[in-house]
């Protein structure tokens, strides 16, 4: 199995910046893929970015592209997502996840992290 551990959550002003973590212990050499999603209120969760364990490939929502970073230090078992140019809409429970090698899906959660963005 795999544990997955956020921080870094917080509360920012609109145009603001900040940066959550994750970091993976366990079978971490099972990881494919490592994804932050998040959940506001009321509302489904969604996909933000994801980042190939190894080869380092990302992707995007739509909603993020240009703001937000996705990326990892394999030597530290961390990935970042470094936000920027916040929006009040982008105020969530932030997850990451992990995708193992074999499997269609994230399968390992971590417990979130709120992420708060006041106008």
């Known amino acids: 199995q795999v544990q997955l551990v956020e921080s870094g959550g917080g509360l920012v002003q609109a145009g603001g910046s900040l940066r959550v973590s994750c970091v993976a212990s366990g079978r971490t050499s099972s990881i494919y893929l490592i994804g932050w999603f998040r959940q506001a209120p009321g509302k489904e969760r969604e996909f933000v970015a994801a980042?190939?364990?190894?080869?380092?490939?990302?992707s995007y929502a739509d909603s993020v592209k240009g703001r937000f970073t996705i990326s990892r230090d394999n030597a530290k078992n961390t990935v970042y997502l470094q936000m920027n140019s916040l929006k009040t809409e982008d105020t969530a429970v932030y997850y990451c996840?992990?995708?193992?090698?074999?499997?269609?899906?994230?399968?390992?959660w971590g417990q979130g992290t709120q992420v708060t963005v006041s106008s």
């Open positions: 996840a992990a995708r193992r090698r074999f499997l269609a899906s994230y399968d390992c």
């Open positions: 980042i190939n364990w190894g080869g380092g490939s990302t």
